[in-house]
T-cell receptor
Framework: GAVVSQHPSWVICKSGTSVKIECRSLDFQATTMFWYRQFPKQSLMLMATSNEGSKATYEQGVEKDKFLINHASLTLSTLTVTSAHPEDSSFYIC???????????????FGEGSRLTVL | GQNIDQPTEMTATEGAIVQINCTYQTSGFNGLFWYQQHAGEAPTFLSYNVLDGLEEKGRFSSFLSRSKGYSYLLLKELQMKDSASYLCAVQDSNYQLIWGAGTKLIIKP
């Protein structure tokens, strides 16, 4: 299956700093990537849809100025958590669909996830 | 509103069979997915159902009834490595995935 790689896996930062998470599609080109956040024992929550070459589409309640998404190439999308605070501590996961499959039936391939801890 | 319901936690014995249920209410339906997620890891795809009936894939099977808004994931010959959370997700009319909170499955020897 398609491979999505995410980096870093773990990151600890001080409150007020910014953190960048990278998501790469290794063996396919992804015009669209999805960014999720997952708090402990909770469901995946879609934060935004990253579109190559255009602005990301953010879900209601997600601050676009705080969670900056850049999808500059067909294989790389980045999520930057700006001025991070302890409440931003969470598991962030990116995903993409296999372009070889129809959108209707295409499974999502997930990155390994990035666990952010803000002190 | 859109809603996916599945039990929070289930316990089963190694070698046994377990059924994890999922009920949904969504604006439109374009298929239902089951994913497995081990603790601290990203989800991995298990199955996709868009038509009514049972889809079998090895030890795992998934069933769908669109009229009832209901699906289940059946795991046979349980192994310790099957201990994980199982996520039900429905694709709505806009092909957006609506996720359930997941069912934590605990396998005991």
């Amino acid at each position: 299956g398609a491979v999505v790689s995410q980096h870093p896996s773990w990151v600890i930062c001080k409150s007020g700093t910014s953190v960048k998470i990278e998501c790469r599609s290794l063996d396919f080109q992804a015009t669209t990537m999805f960014w999720y956040r997952q708090f402990p024992k909770q469901s995946l929550m879609l934060m935004a849809t990253s579109n190559e070459g255009s602005k990301a589409t953010y879900e209601q309640g997600v601050e676009k100025d705080k969670f900056l998404i850049n999808h500059a190439s067909l294989t790389l999308s980045t999520l930057t958590v700006t001025s991070a605070h302890p409440e931003d501590s969470s598991f962030y996961i990116c995903s993409a669909r296999d372009p070889g499959q129809a959108v209707e039936t295409g499974e999502l391939f997930f990155g390994e996830g990035s666990r952010l801890t803000v002190l | 509103g859109q809603n996916i319901d599945q039990p929070t936690e289930m316990t089963a014995t190694e070698g046994a069979i377990v059924q994890i249920n999922c009920t949904y209410q969504t604006s439109g339906f374009n298929g239902l997915f089951w994913y497995q997620q081990h603790a601290g890891e990203a989800p991995t795809f298990l199955s996709y159902n868009v038509l009514d009936g049972l889809e079998e894939k090895g030890r795992f099977s998934s069933f769908l009834s669109r009229s009832k808004g209901y699906s289940y994931l059946l795991l046979k010959e349980l192994q310790m490595k099957d201990s994980a959370s199982y996520l039900c997700a429905v694709q709505d009319s806009n092909y957006q995935l609506i996720w359930g909170a997941g069912t934590k499955l605990i396998i005991k020897p």
